[in-house]
């Protein structure tokens, strides 16, 4: 008797019932989108840290581009719809949903969020449509768990702004053409939009990446880059500000990590049932056999979580210590389910031919930004006890 392997491990508890119609064909939407224009070329693109800018503008065709922001040409969907777009892009890779992500839930949404009526107009159509592309500059060489120490300083210069410092680790910053970035003002932390050409403003790609490697990663330069007072974000004051739009990335990546683990397992799945050693198929031996269960079963609890989480987001009552659960769980599950399945692919598993090596790459990536594993378990952990053990 032949085994049918399962096509998609997220089937097992058909997590796709919790789902409306509309966030299903959202989903294949975007999911047909990368198998044509990504997925062909990803391995490559990888290989040679090439990030294809050329897709921006079709990405805004497709409407993720802030899609869960409302106008200014952004799509309005609701927060699960977003969740599961992130799903299918980091299924191709972590890349393109970084993409999506720092534009949407970083770029977009500071303006959105704490811009006024002029920046909005000027930058959010353009953003939306990938006719521009943004950028978010928080992170700093010497302080990325702690912005509250940030270098970067905007100084009063008569109706001026006179703004020094730099950003590290920076997403779509070599390419961007406006640049949300945080500053110690003596007022406490401010949002300037920077646009690209500013005289004093220059940036510069990382370079020897092992984790995204396509996708763009800079550094952001300012030398004495004055800026009128209309290029301040009008209503963000102090660190409430950089931390909202922190958390509108976090949801997305919390959904984003299990496209990542879902196709290294389906990756392994097929694989095993076609690998063939002692006269049977791999996915016949007890071994493989747990191992792909204790995967499904780790991304299906991860994907409920995402889903109840998505529901809560869209009924305005998540709370951050939940995106933290949240980003916390369904990173180390998505990074423990890649570097699995890389070993039920034997050696063939180092080659780019297949994903689960590259997505786990990604992921110490994913692990480490919008909040350590160890900041946000500390997040959780005041939350439980009541007592801020960071500081």
Not at 264 to 271: D, E, P, V
Not at 277 to 289: D, E, R, V, W, Y
Not at 297 to 318: E, F, M, N, P, T
């Amino acid at each position: 008797m032949s085994g049918t392997p399962l096509k998609d491990p997220l089937d097992l508890l058909d997590i796709a019932s919790v789902l409306t119609d509309e966030e299903r064909e959202i989903q294949a939407t975007v999911a047909k989108f990368l198998a044509d224009r990504v997925r062909p070329h990803i391995g490559e693109w990888f290989e040679n840290a090439h990030f294809a800018r050329e897709l921006a503008p079709e990405l805004g065709k497709l409407g993720v581009l802030g899609m869960h922001l409302e106008g200014y040409g952004c799509a309005g969907t609701n927060a699960v719809s977003y969740g599961l777009a992130c799903l299918e892009l980091e299924a191709a890779d972590s890349g393109f949903r970084s993409f999506v992500s720092v534009q949407g839930s970083l770029s977009m949404f500071s303006i959105w969020k704490w811009g006024s009526q002029e920046q909005k107009q000027e930058w959010l159509p353009r953003l939306a449509a990938g006719a521009a592309i943004g950028c978010f500059g928080l992170t700093e060489p010497d302080f990325g768990s702690d912005p509250s120490g940030m270098r970067t300083k905007a100084v009063r210069d008569g109706d001026d702004w006179i703004l020094n410092g730099s950003k590290m680790w920076i997403t779509n910053g070599g390419i961007a053409d406006v640049a949300t970035v945080w500053a110690q003002t003596e007022d406490g932390v401010r949002g300037f939009l920077v646009p690209r050409g500013t005289p004093g403003f220059t940036t510069q790609d990382i370079k020897q990446k092992m984790s995204l490697r396509a996708s763009i990663t800079s550094e952001l330069y300012f030398d004495q880059v004055r800026l009128p007072d209309s290029a301040r974000l009008p209503l963000a004051e102090g660190l409430r500000g950089p931390l909202s739009c922190l958390n509108e990335a976090r949801f997305g990546i919390l959904f984003g990590v299990l496209g990542a683990a879902r196709d290294s397992l389906q990756t392994a799945i097929g694989y095993a049932d076609s690998r063939v050693q002692f006269g049977k198929p791999i996915s016949a031996f007890q071994l493989t056999q747990r191992k792909l269960t204790d995967m499904s079963v780790s991304l299906g609890g991860a994907a409920l979580l995402a889903v109840h989480l998505g529901r809560l987001k869209d009924q305005h009552r998540i709370r951050p210590e939940q995106i933290s659960v949240g980003k916390l769980n369904n990173v180390r599950e998505a990074i423990a389910i890649a570097r699995e399945c890389r070993t039920v692919l034997g050696a063939n598993g180092v080659s780019l031919e297949y994903s689960p090596l590259r997505h786990a790459n990604n992921l110490e990536s994913v692990r480490t930004y919008e909040g350590t594993d160890e900041m946000h378990t500390l997040v959780v952990g005041q939350a439980i006890t009541g007592y801020p053990a960071f500081r």
